[in-house]
Structure formats: C-alpha cells, structure tokens
C-alpha cells in the first residue's frame, strides 16, 4: 500500500473509532446508487462532526424495527426514502408542521428516550435549490405541478408557505390533484388562485406561468414525457424536474426551445443540508450546499474526459 493510501485508510480508521462518534443513516429500498451518503459524509468532515452516515437497504416490513433498533443505539437521526416517507410519518411522536402538511416525513431525530421526531426538508431544499440558480419573486409567480404524488404535496405545501397566490396542479388521475389542493389550500393566502387540469391541457396552461415543476418520475427511462412536448416555450418560463438520474425528454425539448432547466440535483442536496441543519440545530447557511451539490455534480457527470 503506498504511503498516501495507508494515510487515508488510518484517517478513517481514527475517524471511526471516536469513542462519541454519532451515526445517521439512510434507509430505503434501494439505496445503493443514492448520493446521499457521499454528500452527507463530505459536509460532515467539512464542519468537523463526530459523526457518519450510513445507508441500509431495509424493507417496508422490516421499517419500523429498524428506527426502533437505531433509536436504541442511539443514533443520531436518519433519513428516509422511497418507499418509507409515508410510513416513517406513522412512527413519529411529533412532526413539524410542514412534515403534517405532506403527511410524510424524510428525516428523523432520535430524541431522549425513544421518542422520534419528524420532518420534512425535500419542499424546502427544492425552494433553496431553485433560489440558488434563480431569483424567484414568490408573491407573484405563477406556477403549474404536473404530479399529485407525495414529492407534488412538498413542492405545492411550501408554495403556499412561500405566499404564492397561482398555483395549477395537472395530473393523470384528476380526482388525486382535485383532493391535493383541496387538503392543502389551507396552506395559501385566502385569495389565492388554485387550480386543477388534466396533463393534455399543458400546453394550454403553460403559456400562463413563470414556472413548471414536473413532479413525477415519467422520463425517467428517457424516452416518456407526463405531458406532450411542447412545440414553443415562454422564453420566461422555468422548468424545474425534481428527476436528476438523467436528462428528460422534456428537459430536452425545452432547453432545445431556449427554456431556463434545472434538474433535481439542486433539490437533492439542499433537502439534504436542511436535514443536516434540523439534526445539529444550525442555521442552514452553516451547512456547505453549494459544495455538496458541486460534489454530487462532479459525480454524476462521471470522471471528465482526459
Ligand atoms: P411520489 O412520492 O414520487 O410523488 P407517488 O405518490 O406514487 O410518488 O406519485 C406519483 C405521481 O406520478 C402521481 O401524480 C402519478 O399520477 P396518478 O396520480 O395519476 O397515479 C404520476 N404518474 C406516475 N406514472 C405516470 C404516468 N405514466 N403518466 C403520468 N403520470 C404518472
């Protein structure tokens, strides 16, 4: 082993025989392409905690075993993906009010004895991940979900946080986006304008809005799109896709029409700095994003060329 690999190797060694050293850890099915694990651990080194974070495959039987085993071993938290959100919200014995909104719950806070906090940053880091790259007047944007999924309930409940009065929501299944705005209309100033349609009226409804956020995982194969391709695109209208795996095929066609894209990678590693912040009790400007997302980036755009 060369000198610099025996340095490294004995620097994780020390790092993990710290006799406070905490743990927080991702559980999900799969979780084995997540970069979770990789952004986490390099802002935790970056801000200098005694702590790791660790992911495991766990299946929906076996859930709630596992929080109750890293409770007991008194890990610091853990952060929970598909196909856990909705169900890690049932083990919670307080979630915040954002986590309520949503009805399910993407981090967890192991606190005194055996109780487990809740909640939920993906809303959140899909606002900073978008303030990051665009300034973004809240009050008067007008915007279109496509999707009335759980990851939709986050984007569409900090809408309304956020003070947005024109939201449209365009799914599939009508009745799912006409119950979503319904639940969550509570959250949005008494006169905003909130709407449902069907994804075929897209083109329709585009042509009267600052921002799309296409909130499904149709594309994903990079061959679907949820909605027809457009055929023209605002200049002013921003496409955010909370898909980060691979460009879309409406990605494609709008960043082809002129259209300003951001994928969700942004989204990504700031739910991640927020969650980071909630465990340590941190404003969220403490927390390297921008280095993470940098580092996810760099990541997936695999080793450049030369
Ligand atoms: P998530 O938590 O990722 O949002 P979800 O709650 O299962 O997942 O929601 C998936 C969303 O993608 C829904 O809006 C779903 O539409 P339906 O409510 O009609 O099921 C949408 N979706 C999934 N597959 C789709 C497809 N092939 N075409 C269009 N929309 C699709």
Redesign the pocket.
């Known amino acids: 082993m060369s000198t610099s690999k025996f340095a490294q190797v004995g620097l994780y060694v020390e790092r993990l025989s710290e006799p406070n050293l905490s743990t927080i850890w991702l559980l999900g099915q799969p979780v084995e392409h997540s970069l979770s694990p990789l952004i986490q651990n390099f802002a935790l080194q970056a801000m200098g905690r005694s702590a790791v974070y660790l992911s495991a495959e766990v299946t929906p039987e076996l859930l709630s075993q596992a929080v109750s085993g890293l409770s007991a071993l008194r890990a610091l938290g853990c952060n929970l993906t ?1 196909p856990h ?1 909705q169900a890690g919200f049932a083990l919670c014995h307080r979630v915040s009010p954002r986590a309520q909104v949503v009805k ?1 719950v993407n981090s967890l806070k192991f606190v005194g004895e055996g109780e487990i906090e809740g909640e939920n940053t993906d809303g959140l880091g899909w606002v900073r991940g978008l303030e990051a790259q665009f300034q973004i007047a809240w009050g008067s944007v007008r915007v279109l979900v496509i ?7 986050g984007v569409v409940g900090v809408l309304g946080e956020l003070g947005c009065t024109h939201c449209t929501v365009l ?3 009508p009745e ?1 986006a006409e119950n979503l705005v319904e639940e969550l209309q509570v959250c949005f100033p008494g006169h905003a304008d909130l709407q449902v349609g069907s ?1 075929e009226q897209f083109s329709k409804f585009v042509a009267g809005v600052d921002l799309v956020v296409q ?4 594309g994903l194969d990079g061959r ?1 799109s ?1 909605v027809p391709l457009p055929e023209v695109w605002p200049g002013h209208v921003i496409l955010s896709e909370l898909i980060y795996h691979r460009v879309t095929p409406l990605a494609s066609s709008v960043s082809a029409l002129g259209g300003a894209v951001q994928d969700g990678l942004p989204m990504l590693c700031y739910q991640a700095a927020e969650a980071l912040a909630w465990w340590f009790d941190l404003e969220a400007t403490k927390i390297p994003a921008a280095e993470m997302l940098a580092l996810a980036r760099r990541k997936i755009s695999g080793p450049s060329p030369g």
């Open positions: 598909v959100k399910a999707g009335a999924g759980g990851a939709a309930r799914n599939r299944t799912r994804l909130t499904t995982s149709v679907a949820p």
